[in-house]
């Protein structure tokens, strides 16, 4: 991988959690950063900590204003602000739509903006934070869990339509990670996810490791990829196991 000294970095999301993760991590390694979040105190906090500027702000709209801060040049774009929204298919519209602007919409439209330029000069990277709910599913969470899929389909997308033209992608398909997301999912959470939930800064490790690497899926709990393999290999084996798992979750919520 090349030096990230002195490239410029956007990192959504990054008020804390893997955001701010990731924001570290770049800065530690040179680069300049962008940190981006919708709470703009939080942006301006790990900003602060780390020497990177703050530039709040939907993550949807925020690449002219993170390239201006950068002096014009974006050379990785970490598209990592997301929703973690629960429900079945009855959530209402509101959610499923939000849901899907959120963790799918937004990275389409940073790729918009950024790929342009980075055809142009035949570089770029942008890494998107998945979610191994987009590998697999989470129970209790259709919304997070469709969307999550659609997030990885882009970036998957955007992986083997630009890899010849320079331009580098990665997919981060974290299980649980002790963020206030993972706080948020409650009790499916609790059976799913915490029992081997990790570090935020484990989540940049992975990065850095699959970047030096240049792997486009990062795995940072390295069992995802076995589950995977049997959800394609045997869909119904891998669709029963998990419904033995929602069957838990049911009992434990009368």
């Not at 035949?122 to 659609?150: C, E, N």
């Amino acid at each position: 991988m090349e030096t990230l000294q002195d490239k410029g970095v956007v990192v959504t999301g990054a008020g804390g959690g893997i955001g701010a993760a990731l924001a570290r991590r770049f800065a530690a390694a040179g680069a300049r950063v962008v940190v981006n979040d919708l709470d703009a105190a939080k942006a301006d906090a790990v900003a602060g900590e780390i020497g990177a500027v703050a530039v709040p702000g939907d993550a949807s709209t925020i690449v002219p204003a993170a390239t201006e801060a950068l002096g014009g040049t974006v050379d990785v774009y970490c598209a990592n602000a997301g929703l973690g929204s629960g429900g079945s298919e009855a959530a209402p519209e509101e959610v499923w739509a939000t849901a899907w602007d959120v963790n799918v919409m937004a990275h389409v439209r940073a790729a918009h903006e950024l790929l342009p330029g980075w055809l142009e000069r035949g570089s770029g990277r942008f890494v998107s934070t998945v979610s191994a709910a987009g590998l697999l599913t989470m129970i209790g969470a259709a919304p997070y869990s469709v969307t999550k899929h659609g997030a990885y389909a882009f970036t998957e997308w955007l992986s083997l339509t630009y890899r010849h033209r320079g331009i580098s992608v990665h997919a981060i398909c974290p299980q649980g990670v002790r963020t206030d997301m993972l706080a948020a999912t409650g009790s499916a959470g609790d059976l799913v996810l915490t029992p081997t939930a990790i570090e935020p800064a484990d989540v940049a490790d992975a990065l850095f490791a699959g970047m030096a690497e240049d792997r486009f899926l990062i795995l940072p709990h390295p069992e995802v990829a076995e589950y995977y393999r049997i959800r394609a290999a045997d869909p119904d084996k891998w669709l029963t196991g998990m419904n033995h798992i929602q069957q838990k979750w049911e009992a434990t919520e009368r």
